[in-house]
């Protein structure tokens, strides 16, 4: 019977958890033995009772007899290399392990001779729909953006007729229309407010429009950038240029910009330049969802929102772990469609083979799979 544990999330800051009352449910009635340290959930809203209704047994936080028990670790980020290292050789880790340029955790899994799964890796194919936790997390980054926008400035986003007269509706721009850039849309269009689109893959143009959003076109030219699997390659430099060129007259009008252009695995495009911030209107608020991949917009700072001549530069890297209860319940429920199709007759098998498997098992029984990802320079 596999042995599942959720320990309490040690990460700054964290305030998510790997399973809920309803996944520990499921993993039970599924044959596994669910262990959880307690008060793991209780950042997010979940108490030690609901899972052990649930069926989950608790043990204290850093339980070594649970660490060297376990064949799975649940977790929302990757525990320290020192508490890794206190599972049993073969186990697996399962979660946003932030794989990229990651040596210290190739060594960790190494060394502890652990197996371990990145969600960031998932391959972006239907069947992994259920278990994309990059998604279920951005969906909620995206809706969140837009609502601390929407606090921090000095206007309504609806078009109001009043007896003091009509209101002209906010004009928000959104850099980036994958997931989370796409959540920001459909939210901002429902308070109300016109919204324009940049983004360099012309497939989202579709998406953006049904959304009532504008798209603004990318830049003509001729080294434009390539897409793989569904997400962006890198731009050029003069692509970037032209393209910040061609936003900065929008921004100039813009009442709120919502950056979430990324690229996995590389530095965050630069779109906003301190130009371009120079000729936004004071008031105006800036939401940079990529700070912590080096920002769409200068200046931004991670966790802090800064004051640049009347505009609102907010650095947005950990807006999930502002919603936690939903963001835990996606993230569980995510962990629970991945693992489900390797639970079978009582046992936990990978099939190393399986694609879905396959990209995102970085290393199985310390063996690294992906040194691609994981090793400095090389992605
Ligand atoms: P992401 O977070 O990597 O990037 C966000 C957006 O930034 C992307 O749309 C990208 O094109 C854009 N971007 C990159 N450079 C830019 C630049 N210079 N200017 C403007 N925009 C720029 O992407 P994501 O949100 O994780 O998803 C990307 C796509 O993958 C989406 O279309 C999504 O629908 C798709 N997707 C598919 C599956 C699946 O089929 N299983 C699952 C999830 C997402």
């Known amino acids: 019977m596999p042995i599942l544990l959720n320990p309490v999330e040690t990460a700054a800051g964290e305030t998510r958890v790997a399973a809920s009352p309803e996944t520990v449910k499921k993993f039970?009635?599924?044959?596994?033995?669910?262990?959880?340290?307690r008060g793991a959930g209780q950042p997010s809203g979940y108490l030690d009772q609901a899972y052990a209704e649930a069926g989950a047994e608790l043990v204290t936080r850093g339980d070594s007899s649970a660490w060297t028990q376990a064949d799975v670790l649940l977790c929302v980020q990757s525990p320290s290399t020192q508490a890794l290292s206190q599972l049993r050789r073969g186990a697996l880790v399962v979660g946003l392990l932030a794989?990229?340029?990651?040596?210290?955790?190739?060594?960790g899994l190494q060394q502890a001779g652990l197996s371990a799964m990145a969600l960031e890796l998932l391959p972006r194919i239907s069947r992994a729909q259920s278990a994309d936790a990059l998604s279920s997390q951005a969906n909620i980054a995206g809706y969140k953006s837009v609502l601390l926008a929407s606090a921090a400035l000095d206007r309504y986003f609806p078009m109001l007729m009043t007896a003091a007269g009509t209101v002209q509706p906010a004009r928000v721009v959104i850099l980036g229309a994958g997931v989370a850039g796409l959540q920001a849309v459909a939210t901002a269009r429902r308070l109300g407010a016109v919204v324009y689109v940049s983004d360099i893959r012309p497939a989202v143009k579709e998406q953006v429009e049904s959304l009532g959003a504008r798209f603004i076109d990318p830049p003509e030219m001729e080294d434009k950038p390539a897409e793989s699997g569904g997400y962006a390659k890198q731009a050029s430099d003069a692509f970037l240029a032209a393209q910040r060129q061609q936003l900065s007259d929008q921004l100039a009008e813009a009442d709120v910009a919502i950056c979430t252009a990324q690229v996995p695995g590389r530095r965050a495009p630069r779109l906003i330049s301190e130009d371009m911030l120079d000729r936004m209107r004071p008031g105006a608020v800036v939401v940079d969802l990529a700070v912590a991949q080096g920002g769409n917009c200068a200046d931004t700072v991670a966790s802090k929102t800064v004051d640049r001549n009347g505009v609102k530069l907010i650095g947005a890297n950990d807006l999930p772990c502002t919603v936690p209860n939903h963001a835990s319940a996606m993230y569980a429920r995510n962990l629970l469609a991945l693992l489900q199709p390797t639970l079978k007759d009582g046992q936990l098998t990978l099939d190393s083979e399986d694609e879905l498997i396959a990209g995102c098992l970085i290393s199985q029984d310390g063996t690294i799979r992906r040194g691609d990802v994981l090793t400095p320079g090389a992605n």
């Not at 039970?28 to 340290?37: K, M, Q, W």
């Not at 794989?99 to 060594?107: C, H, I, R, S, V």
Request: charged letters at 15%; aromatic letters at 6%; glycine letters at 6%.
């Open 28 to 37: 039970t009635a599924l044959g596994c033995r669910v262990v959880l340290e």
């Open 99 to 107: 794989p990229y340029a990651n040596a210290e955790l190739a060594a």
